[in-house]
Each structure stands twice: as structure tokens, then as C-alpha cells.
């Protein structure tokens, strides 16, 4: 049965995707070769490059045109030039080459699985899914039941990515890609045991495979092994697994000048691979020293490898190379906000939203520089240039919200988390902030403390820790819950140094005078 439904996914491939097939040995007319080629646009491209790219498809187009060619002679050609178009990220023209290849030489596993991965680079899901089905159909390999499962996971079918998964197992056995989908499925589907084993073997195939210690650390959640959990929390990482693909990194000896190694270097960094992704850059500079877009994709490796200055250099030389490069000019603000000169990271941000006003990310950042500058007054516009471009944008809602409080505007602060609220009642910064304020407002008419109470538990039970805690016992004492409040923050006292005590300590002998037990209107929200 499931040879039979391979089949005819194959069929429904060739018939739903295919052009009219080529008559064997039938030339064709020079002109009409010439338009069924396609012709992609190579503006922009490294000389060497477009010189490639157009003598490959003059090359197929006189083989078209050449009597008497065999249909597995023009399927290579057709599959070479697209092979071509497909390395240079040139995906909808690879894509009519693969078809027509995968046409005229079914039994070649190689085409349609390209199609399949050429469809999913365009984001053509559908159509990836049933090449990769007609590759599976040709002959087993790997790599495609490895993105058959991804794409299963991504969709929520956790019953198809595990059924994937194991049937690259069968073929590859101690896949770490593999293993690490079977894992996440294993966690979707609650099967914690199951989904430390499979997260574990992964791990052990590929340590530096670390960004998977977070599904890990669930699945042991998952058991009750809470010490195990934060063990692997604490390693968690970037850096993703990849299986082995054969036919994909064929496309690499196709490259020619920097665009190889830059390529190679995407990859990595998608895997989270940054210290390859670095590597790989320096050789794309080394081919061409004046690549801005490899100095900037350096500087975010660099920048996730924590080479501060590595970075900030790597983004200096893209800006002196270019710059109008807003990439380059909003990595480059971020790095230096993270480093705290938030002075030097403003005119970056500026250059950015100057050019692309609606850029939620850039006009948030700016809000962030300005507060970070003693400015909430013009960080306030910022964000909500952010808010406009991007209504769900949280962090943008956050900063408003923090900056009204600097300005001592709590009414209006308090306005806008209500509405934040009502849009985004799953984000915790704003439950916790709205909690603050409402057990904490200095205008004691505005506070509101069994709903503080409310909000405040549910952070609380969310993420356990200081802050949130302080905030659950404000609102107790606001609710006149005087003796919990004590009680609670008693407890959080005596887990910090003695040093640290002195706050929470004097509230709680405040508090324990009550009821009324109100916290003093000093008490601001946090900003």
C-alpha cells in the first residue's frame, strides 16, 4: 500500500507540475528553445557569475536545438542548468528546469528531490511536499524524509513527523536530524520519556547540536525532573542539527567567486552554526575583500559567536563600503545599545527608520536608545510608530508603556496596558506591569487590588522569581491580605544575600502592622 500510494503521489507530480514532455531525439526550433529556457534577471550578480549563468543556459539551449539528443542527455541539461539557477538562490527559474529534467528522466531521484527542496526555498509547500513524495518513490534517501518530518512538525502533525523521522532512521540509524524531529514530535504527542531518549541519542551523534537542550529540558519537565530541566536550560544554544544531503551540496561545487562559501555560510547560520557561518564568510571576503553583505552576514556571526568587536568591525567596513546599508546600520545599533552606549547606536537607528518609517523593529530599538538616553519624551513617538506598523508588536508596547511612566503620566500608562492587555492577555511583561501598577499606582483612587491579586498569581505561577514575587505581594497587601503578604515576602527575603533584605524586610514589618496594609505610594511600577 504504501509503494502504491508513492506512486501515485509520483504521478500526481508529473501530471499537476510537468510541462508537455519533449519528443525524444525532435530538436527544437531556435527559438523556441530560446523561450522555454528561462531567462532570470542577473543585475546585481558578481560578473563571474552572470558570465556562468548565461553561458550554462546558452549551452542548454543549443543542446535543445541539437537533432537527435537523448532524452537522459537533455534531462542532465536541463537538471545542470537548473542546478545552476538553484545555487545562486535564482529558485523559480531552477524550478522549470528541474521539472522539465524530472520529465524526461523519471527514474532519477536526483531532480525531483531538488524540485523539492528549490519549491521549499520559495515557500511552496505544497509542491515540495509532493516532489519530495515522488523522489521517496524513486529511491529511498534520507534527506528527504528528514524535510518530509520538518515540514510535518512545522504543521503541528506530530503523527507524520514521527512516522517521517523513523523511516530516516531506518535508513540512516543515529541521524542526529533524524533523532532530533522524532524528539520534538515524541514532546508534541507528551511522550516525554520517548522524546528525552530520542533528544539524548541526537545529542550524543551531534554534542554541538545545542539548541536542542530546550526541548530536552521540557521533556524532563515533562517527567517531574525539574533539576534535570534547568541543567539542560542552562546549555541551551543556537546551534541546530543537519543531516547529511549529498545531492544539496552539489550545489556548491557549481558556485564560482564568493557566492559559495556565502551561501555555505547561510546555511550554517540557519542550523545555528555561526562559528561554520564565520569561517565560511572570511573565505567569501577572501574572494572578494570588498563584499558588503558578506562583512555584514560576518558581523552577525561574529556578533552570536559574542566577538563584540569582531562584530562592530565586520559592521563598520559593510557602512564604509556602503552607507546606505540599512541591514548593516540597524546590527550594528543593536550591537552598541547591547553594549550600553545607547549615544553611539541612535544614528544608526535614525538612518534606518529614515528610510523605512513603518519598520516596526527599528522604530521600537530607536524608542529603546532614547529611554536608555534619559528621553522618554521622544522615545514615545517611536514606539508608537512601532505599535502602528506592528499592533502585536509586545516589546513596542512594553516600551510606551515605560516610557508614560518615566514622563509620571500613570493614568495614560495605565490606560494603554488595558489595551495591551486586551490584545496581547497571554504576554507576561505586560500581566506583570499591569499588576504593578494597579497594587502600586501613586494615585491611590487608581489602584485595584484583588485584580492585582489575580494577575499577579498568574505570572507568579507562570515564572516564580523575585520580581514577579515582589509584585504578588504588593498586591496582597494592596487586597488587605495583609498576613499572606508577610508571609510571601518573608520568604523571597530570606532567599536573598543579606545585603539585598532591607526592602522587602521593611514592608513586611510594615505589612504585618496591618490591616490596612497598603503599600506606601512610593511604590511605583517598575521604568
Known amino acids: 500500500m504504501k509503494r502504491s500510494l508513492a506512486m501515485l503521489a509520483l504521478l500526481a507530480l508529473l501530471a499537476a507540475l510537468l510541462v508537455p514532455m519533449l519528443v525524444p531525439g525532435a530538436a527544437l526550433a531556435a527559438g523556441d528553445a530560446a523561450a522555454k529556457v528561462p531567462s532570470p534577471d542577473l543585475a546585481g550578480l558578481e560578473p563571474a557569475v552572470a558570465t556562468q549563468l548565461a553561458s550554462g543556459r546558452e549551452a542548454l539551449v543549443a543542446r535543445l536545438t541539437a537533432p537527435g539528443t537523448k532524452p537522459e542527455d537533455l534531462a542532465d541539461a536541463w537538471g545542470n542548468q537548473g542546478q545552476l539557477y538553484h545555487a545562486y538562490g535564482l529558485l523559480d527559474a531552477a524550478v522549470v528546469c528541474y ?4 520529465l524526461l528522466a523519471p527514474k532519477e531521484l536526483r531532480w525531483p528531490y531538488l524540485l523539492a527542496q528549490a519549491e521549499r526555498g520559495r515557500n511552496d ?45 531506518q535508513l540512516a540509524p543515529g541521524d542526529a536530524a533524524a533523532l532530533a524531529v522524532l524528539g520534538q514530535a515524541r514532546l508534541s504527542q507528551r511522550d516525554f520519556k520517548g522524546a528525552a531518549e530520542a533528544l539524548e541519542a ?16 521540557l521533556a524532563y519537565r515533562g517527567l517531574g525532573d525539574e533539576a534535570r530541566a534547568k541543567q539542560e536550560l542552562a546549555r541551551v544554544g543556537r546551534t541546530g542539527a543537519r543531516t547529511s544531503d549529498p545531492l544539496l551540496d552539489e550545489l556548491d561545487q557549481v558556485r564560482t567567486g564568493e557566492l559559495a562559501p556565502l551561501l555555505r555560510a547561510r546555511r550554517a547560520a540557519a542550523a545555528g552554526d555561526w562559528k561554520a557561518a564565520a569561517e565560511d564568510l572570511r573565505r567569501a571576503l577572501a574572494a572578494n575583500p570588498k563584499s558588503v553583505r558578506a562583512q ?16 562592530r568591525a565586520a559592521f563598520e567596513a559593510a557602512l564604509a563600503g556602503e552607507p546606505e546599508n540599512l541591514t548593516a546600520h540597524f546590527n550594528l545599533g543593536v550591537l552598541l545599545l547591547g553594549g550600553g552606549d545607547a549615544a553611539g547606536a541612535v544614528p544608526h537607528f535614525e538612518a534606518v527608520v529614515a528610510a523605512k518609517p513603518k519598520d516596526a523593529d527599528a522604530q521600537r ?3 529603546d536608545a532614547l529611554v536608555g538616553l534619559g528621553r522618554p519624551a521622544d522615545a514615545l513617538p517611536r514606539y508608537r510608530a512601532a505599535i502602528a506598523a506592528a499592533d502585536l508588536d509586545e516589546a ?3 516600551g510606551e508603556v515605560v516610557a508614560l511612566l518615566r514622563l509620571g503620566r500613570y493614568g495614560e500608562a495605565r490606560e494603554r496596558l488595558e489595551q495591551a492587555h486586551q490584545v496581547m492577555p497571554e504576554q507576561g511583561r505586560l500581566t506583570h506591569l499591569l499588576a504593578r501598577l494597579l497594587a502600586a499606582d501613586p494615585d491611590l483612587g487608581r489602584r485595584n487590588g484583588e485584580r492585582a491579586v489575580a494577575l499577579a498569581t498568574v505570572v507568579w505561577n507562570s515564572q516564580p522569581d523575585a520580581a514577579h514575587g515582589r509584585t504578588l505581594a504588593l498586591a496582597l497587601a494592596e487586597a488587605g491580605r495583609c498576613a499572606e503578604a508577610v508571609k510571601l515576602a518573608t520568604a523571597l527575603a530570606e532567599q536573598l544575600p543579606p545585603a539585598d533584605r532591607g526592602e522587602l524586610e521593611a514592608a513586611a514589618k510594615a505589612w504585618a502592622a496591618g490591616p490596612p496594609c497598603r503599600p506606601a505610594s512610593t511604590a511605583a511600577p517598575p521604568g
Not at 516532489?131 to 518530518?149: D, G, K, M, N, T
Open 296 to 311: 555584514v552576514d560576518l558581523g552577525a556571526a561574529l556578533a552570536n559567536l559574542g566577538d563584540v568587536a569582531g562584530a
Open 202 to 217: 541526537a545529542l550524543a551523534a551531534l554534542p554541538q547540536a545545542d539548541r536542542l537542550h530546550y526541548p530536552l529540558a
Open 99 to 102: 521539472r522539465e529534467a524530472a
Open 365 to 367: 530599538a530607536l524608542g
Open 396 to 398: 513596542a508596547r512594553f
Open 125 to 169: 509547500l505544497p509542491a515540495a511536499r509532493l516532489a519530495f513524495i515522488a523522489a521517496r518513490a524513486i529511491a529511498p534517501y534520507p534527506p528527504a524524509e528528514v524535510a518530509l518530518a520538518e515540514m510535518d512538525l512545522a504543521e503541528g502533525d506530530s503523527i507524520g513527523a514521527a512516522a517521517a523521522a523513523e523511516r530516516a532512521l
